[in-house]
């Protein structure tokens, strides 16, 4: 089986910082572009960073220059530093693999279980 487990999530105040941490376990041999996502109550999910296979990055406009999204690859892991954070980035984040190469053959559009992150002002 392949999953998608996130961990790193909590209760931070206002200003503080978080690292969210997605791992893929499984037979994996080769996973494409990763990204993070989140929805907060009421709201649709949105995509909030994402990282190609190559490394290059795209962010949501209301995290940039705070949100650092990263991947060491021979882990099958991508990371959110998260710094600076607001009350408005309370949300259940959600990581995403687009495309893996797996023993049982190509998953697409795979999730994790979501982390809650809290930011209290």
């Known amino acids: 089986q392949v999953q998608l487990v996130e961990s790193g999530g909590g209760l931070v105040q206002a200003g503080g910082s978080l690292r969210l941490s997605c791992a893929a376990s499984?037979?994996?041999?080769?996973?494409?572009?990763m990204g993070w996502y989140r929805q907060a109550p009421g709201k649709q999910r949105e995509l909030v960073a994402a990282?190609?296979?190559?490394?290059?990055?795209k962010y949501v406009d209301s995290v940039k220059g705070r949100f650092t999204i990263s991947r060491d690859s021979a882990k099958n892991t991508v990371y959110l530093q998260m710094n600076s954070l607001k009350p408005e980035d309370t949300a259940v984040y959600y990581c995403?693999?687009?495309?893996?190469?797996?023993?049982?053959?190509?998953?697409?559009?795979?999730w994790g279980q979501g982390t809650q992150v809290t930011v209290s002002s």
């Open positions: 995403n693999a687009d495309r893996m190469m797996t023993a049982w053959g190509a998953k697409y559009d795979y």
């Open positions: 499984g037979s994996i041999f080769s996973i494409n572009a």
């Open positions: 990282i190609t296979g190559g490394g290059s990055t």
